[in-house]
């Protein structure tokens, strides 16, 4: 049976604002930390302990791992380490903590176990703890399979620090396509056209990267192994644009090509082969996005009488097409939730570019962006709880994270350069 944690969901929310500390259910319930609640969960993360937590501050680095990974999320507010000095044997009371990553870093055959578990601080108990096994030098890699275990422990879900995050970087002076981990470490170029490229995108299994590359003085479609051999391959190069794909559930892909004369939506292969046309109208029909069920796909199109671009959906068995919602006048660049229930996409209201979420059907529109600057070009995290999203402001363009019901907006990946295509990658393995 899953473990869960007893304890703060949206009632209990609003009992804990009553009483002033987190208050536990009766009943055995997970944490919504996407909920719209004001107050937040005061989580702190001390120093992991055992034996071999002093070896190479390891003890020190898994907890800072884990707080990084539960930093993610707006509701979770993690104590800063210096306000208690670290110690597990701080008055968590006093300190208005809710819950504490009790974590130990021990010697195990061949390395270390990495482990962990939630002290419920009000219910004074704690849950089934979680405990991960490998290499020394695999220490960051259990970190955060750990720091994703207890998330669920928490939510019901697992968490999304083991994940990674595509981007376009012009922090060499050119636009080049880079790898990173979501928390912004370890970051790997990936192209080396030294010309721009744009608009990565992940296969299903995160093993594949597609993109677009200016390498040739046109857009042709580039597909990059990401794997140890990091064989790159053109799939594409038809005269006009070729725009990076959105992967179907079976692996094939959904582009954007204008052999035609008019830029439309083709299925096509992994090996570049054109397997049915899509769209066939006057107007730009770009930037796909497929649902999780590989049914249907969202896309952008200025075949409005308008001119201004809107996002439709399209049932890929009978080819019918709707608009997804009126409400938001000019938008595009859809972005399918990985639970397939709600769709995101950048929308103009004001003069400015924010993103949007609505339900699938078109209803439920809400602005998730928030604060100075233009937001473009959200991406779901795999957990369908958080987007990164494109930020645009005083000169510079940075990745931001923000959870679906827009609690707050956070620099994620702080480097170099100006960034821009953000792509999430599916979980690890």
């Known amino acids: 049976m899953r473990r869960k944690i007893l304890g703060v969901v949206l009632l209990a929310l609003a009992l804990v604002l009553l009483n002033g500390s987190a208050v536990l259910a009766e009943e055995e319930q997970y944490i919504d930390i996407s909920a719209t609640a004001t107050r937040k969960i005061v989580v702190a993360v001390p120093a992991f302990a055992g034996s071999a937590a002093s070896q190479g501050n390891a003890g020190i ?30 008055d968590w009371k006093s300190l208005g903590v809710d819950y504490v990553v009790l974590g130990d870093v021990n010697g195990s055959p061949g390395g270390l176990a990495v482990g962990g578990q939630i002290l419920d601080v009000a219910g004074n108990r704690t849950l089934p703890g979680r405990v991960y096994r490998g290499a020394s030098a695999q220490i960051e890699d259990m970190s955060l399979r750990l720091c994703d275990a207890l998330i669920e422990d928490m939510t019901g879900e697992p968490g999304v620090a083991r994940t990674r995050m595509a981007y376009v970087s012009d922090g060499t002076g050119r636009k ?50 990401l794997r140890q051999n990091a064989q790159t391959t053109s799939i594409s190069r038809r005269p006009g644009l070729n725009l990076a794909p959105a992967f179907t559930p079976d692996g094939n892909m959904v582009v954007t090509l204008s052999v035609g004369g008019n830029p439309d939506l083709y299925l096509m292969d992994r090996r570049g082969q054109i397997l049915s046309r899509l769209t066939e109208r006057s107007g730009i029909n770009v930037s796909p996005s497929v649902s999780p069920d590989g ?5 952008s199109s200025d075949r409005s ?3 201004h671009p809107r996002v439709y959906i399209m049932d890929l068995g009978s080819r019918q097409v709707r608009l997804l919602q009126s409400s938001v006048g000019e938008c595009s660049e859809p972005s399918w939730s990985p639970k397939g229930d709600e769709i995101a996409f950048t929308g103009l209201v004001g003069g400015r570019y924010q993103v949007f979420v609505c339900d699938r059907n078109g209803g439920n529109v809400r602005q998730v962006s928030s604060g100075g600057g233009d937001f473009e070009m959200p991406t779901w995290a795999p ?44 979980r690890l393995p």
């Open 305 to 307: 009488r308008s001119g």
């Open 176 to 225: 080049e396509v880079y790898v990173s981990d979501v928390l912004g470490h370890h970051p790997r170029q990936i192209t080396r056209h030294k010309a721009l490229a744009v608009s990565p995108r992940f296969s299903p299994d995160g093993n594949t990267l597609a993109y677009t590359s200016y390498h040739r003085g046109n857009q042709d479609l580039y597909l990059t192994d």
């Open 61 to 90: 680095t898994a907890a800072k791992l884990v707080t990084e990974g539960f930093e993610l999320y707006s509701m979770l507010d993690v104590l800063d380490f210096g306000s208690y000095g670290g110690r597990r044997d701080a």
């Open 383 to 426: 957990d369908g709880r958080l987007l990164a999203a494109t930020r645009k402001a005083g000169g510079r363009s940075q990745i931001c994270v923000m959870d679906k019901n827009g609690k707050e907006v956070r620099v994620l990946l702080n480097m170099r350069g100006n960034l821009a295509f953000p792509q999430w990658s599916p």
């Open 295 to 299: 049914r249907s796909i969202a896309f």
